[in-house]
């Protein structure tokens, strides 16, 4: 099958990857030149585990190719895919504008059958409002179809290849059976092609999103109320998460979540259910404690120095929002990162992948240190952001040896807190008891 990608940022690009994978001839459409010059290059504009290796593959075997053409990419796509932003607008609804003014754009230039697809994470509504657009100039007959992703950061090649489920957003016969003819080679294994109607598919991913991110939140209120009455949040979640009810996972505490979606989707839920003269008491809970969450390790941090953080070297280990990506959006760390300059901190940071937007982002205020025991040398504690897999087993007599004081706060809990007392360490997690 022809498809065209309108877009290419972290969906966009995985998704004309691994449609082509599958044999699909496909055409990713983006402004940005330079992006587009790299990438018929062979470089990958994203950290994604494993995208490059299907990214190289694909372009050889001429699957893959990239234009900044829209005219070029609508004239080869028979299914015309949107994967384009849909950032936080001020009062906290999704931001459609680019999808509509492509749109627009759309209408005025197809002139055969095309199925539009919604791949951007977009409100109810979405798919009349992209059909009212085309309408307006189109010639030809078309139809639009909501198709929410959902892929993990760090996991999305996995997840796009091997998908729990595809949603198809379809009204109509033709664009649905084309839809499940594309995605079959995905679901051999048995695992549902879910049809249903535009609004409850556009709807389907950000209840799915903010489900999560209450859960998660959840745990962290869970996980503060254990410090309080000296409780241990690590068996606490062990004897909830058995429960096949509830399940283990996402169950785990820490520093709040961050990253594109969790964030953006939820107060965009937030927003919607407002302009419906509806109240998400529970999104509205979330909202407020995932914000807390991402500060709770500050006071302690302060309480440690007796509030004089004037002057001290911190090192933070873990600055994308979660292991596995370059992604710094509304990560943690950058929360933390912007109290202790604040208060005159010093800070020494490292990440495996994250480091050059991080630069980015704060240019000469950081230091970036070029392996994670670098960043400890000379510091006076050390704070854990992201739970990378490199950071699970350190050479603890190393990190002793470089800080000035055995003292680590880590928000992500990795570490077992009766070995850190046995090792010497000051340590502080996240609902459980601190080693002094």
Same mark, same amino acid.
């Given at each position: ?28 459409? =983006? ?111 078309? =139809? ?49 092609? /879910? ?59 820490? /520093? ?69 990506? =370059? ?80 003292? /680590? ?28």
């Amino acid at each position: 099958m022809k498809i065209a990608i309108i877009g290419t940022g972290y969906v966009g690009l995985v998704t004309g990857t691994c449609l082509a994978e599958t044999g699909n001839e496909v055409i990713c459409v =983006d402004i940005d030149q330079n992006k587009v010059n790299k990438m018929k290059n062979g470089e990958v504009p994203i950290y994604e585990p494993h995208l490059d290796v299907l990214f190289e593959r694909n372009i050889k075997a001429g699957r893959l190719k990239f234009t900044t053409s829209l005219d070029e990419g609508l004239n080869f796509g028979d299914i015309v895919f949107l994967a384009l932003p849909t950032p936080e607008d001020e009062d906290g609804s999704a931001d459609l504008s680019y999808v509509l003014n492509v749109s627009e754009e759309i209408g005025k230039k197809i002139t055969n059958y095309k199925v539009i697809v919604d791949k951007s994470t977009v409100p109810v509504g979405t798919a009349e409002k992209v059909k009212a657009v085309i309408l307006k100039n189109a010639i030809c007959d078309f =139809d639009v179809v909501s198709n929410p992703e959902f892929l993990r950061e760090g996991y999305a090649v996995d997840d796009f290849l091997k998908p729990e489920r595809i949603v198809i957003g379809s009204s109509s016969e033709r664009a649905t059976q084309l839809m499940k003819k594309l995605y079959g080679p995905f679901v051999r294994s048995g695992n549902p092609i /879910i049809i249903m109607d535009e609004k409850s598919a556009e709807l389907t991913k950000y209840a799915a999103n903010s489900f999560l991110a209450t859960k998660i939140t959840f745990m962290n209120e869970i996980a503060n109320y254990c410090e309080k009455v000296g409780a241990d949040v690590d068996k606490v979640r062990a004897g909830m998460g058995t429960d096949s009810r509830i399940g283990s996972r996402f169950l785990f505490p820490g /520093i709040g979540y961050g990253g594109s979606c969790f964030p953006k989707d939820v107060k965009a839920l937030q927003k919607a259910g407002k302009d419906e003269n509806y109240d998400f008491n529970i999104l509205n809970a979330v909202i407020k404690v995932n914000a807390s969450q991402k500060m709770i390790l500050i006071p302690k941090i302060e309480a440690y120095f007796n509030d004089e953080l004037k002057g001290k070297k911190i090192a933070v280990w873990g600055l994308s929002f979660k292991p596995e990506t =370059d992604d710094i959006r509304e990560a943690p760390s950058l929360y933390i990162i912007n109290t202790l300059l604040e208060k005159g901190a010093n800070i020494s940071v490292f990440d495996p992948e994250a480091m050059e937007n991080v630069k980015e982002k704060y240019e000469d205020k950081l230091n970036y240190a070029s392996s994670m025991y670098e960043a400890t040398i000379d510091a006076d504690a050390l704070v854990i952001c992201t739970e990378w897999s490199i950071f699970r087993t350190p050479d603890f007599n190393k990190i002793k040896s470089n800080l000035k004081q055995p003292a /680590i706060f880590d928000g992500r809990n990795l570490y077992d807190v009766d070995e850190m007392k046995s090792e010497g360490f000051y340590y502080v997690s996240i609902g459980r008891k601190a080693t002094t």
